[in-house]
């Protein structure tokens, strides 16, 4: 029997959202887990809570999601940034939160922390970010919305920016996720149609440091969210159809006050020379399965080599045109796959031109988090 895709009963719904909560507030605390996908629970309290600091820290079980042993499951959630609930209104809150171990250390997959450090440690260098994510739309069997059940639609061309039946797919969810994530205060900048049909890209930035990933990360969060109520999947898959079809990135401009400051072009040089020495690494925490998008087509880089270019969308590496010109602004770093930890980036990012932290290292902590994921797999515990 055919799968039966389950759509959320959200007229129903909206009486009960209507009701008084006699001056409780919900708080829906989400983090990241072992996956790189959002888990999230909620907690009443009796009153709003009017900055992070009010939050008290919460626990979950963290061997039913992949991020501890059995034998020692309690992860911990501490709060580290709050949101307007776009879905339950009134006084109630999204809650962002790390993922932290009984011993007082972080999580394996608390990548959160270590680029928290390198933002603290260089904030004089005002590192400003906005990373393009791009994403899918699948149907519940897993095959790209609107698309034939049993082949393709017509080659990419029409559907990149495009207007009309036919052209685009689910433009009610891109909409719904735009104005839910305005609600809630994040710096969502903008949004498209991408050039494979029913794959969509929106914009999240420019914002400062640690402040980039959280809200990338809630966005996230909203976008599986909204996706719900509309019996649609989200995928993130770098590359989810083989082909002749683009791939989906996460492409992370980056720029520093020295950057943007006349003379800057020398500043993003300099930069290009420290990424090309790094690229192996870098490529390490730039989202999985990014082998089968970055051939060299479809607009890609190789996988293996760094380049970098002048309005050049086959580069690693581009600086726009209009840059080049003022001879001041940014660069935008075009390898990250749409899968990828927005904390990985920008810290690997930061850490890659301003120099490593002792006991800090964001390549060594991804592959860390790879080793503690192996052990429970097999059932290794250590102590």
Known sequence: MAEVPYISNTVNLQKYLQLDQRGAVILEYVWIDASGGTRSKCKTVKE?????????????????????PGDNSDVYLRPVAMYP????LGDNLLVLCETWMS???PNAYNFRHDA?????????????????????LL?????????PKNGFPAPQGPYYCGNGTGKVFCRDIVEAHYKACLFAGLEISGTNAEVMPAQWEYQIGPCTGINLG?????????????AEEFGAKVTFNPKPIPGDWNGAGLHSNVSTKLMREDGGMKH??????????????HMKVYGEGNEARMTGAHETASYDKFTWGIANRAASVRVNRACADEGKGYFEDRRPASNADPYQITGMIVETL???????DVLSKTEKAGVVQQEMVVGVTKP
């Open 48 to 68: 709003k809570p009017t900055s992070v600091k009010d939050l008290a820290e919460w626990n979950f079980d963290g061997s039913s999601t992949g991020q501890a």
């Open 85 to 88: 609930d776009p879905f339950r």
């Open 103 to 105: 011993d007082g250390k």
């Open 116 to 136: 928290a450090v390198h933002m603290e440690k260089n904030a004089s260098e005002e590192f400003w970010f906005g990373l393009e994510q791009e994403y899918t």
């Open 139 to 147: 149907d519940a069997f897993g095959w790209p919305y609107g698309w």
């Open 214 to 226: 959280d809200h990338m990360w809630m966005s996230r969060f909203i976008l599986h969210r909204v």
């Open 268 to 281: 993003i040089e300099k930069a290009m020379e420290s990424l090309a020495k790094r690229h192996k690494e």
């Open 354 to 360: 301003c120099g490593k932290i002792d006991g800090i």
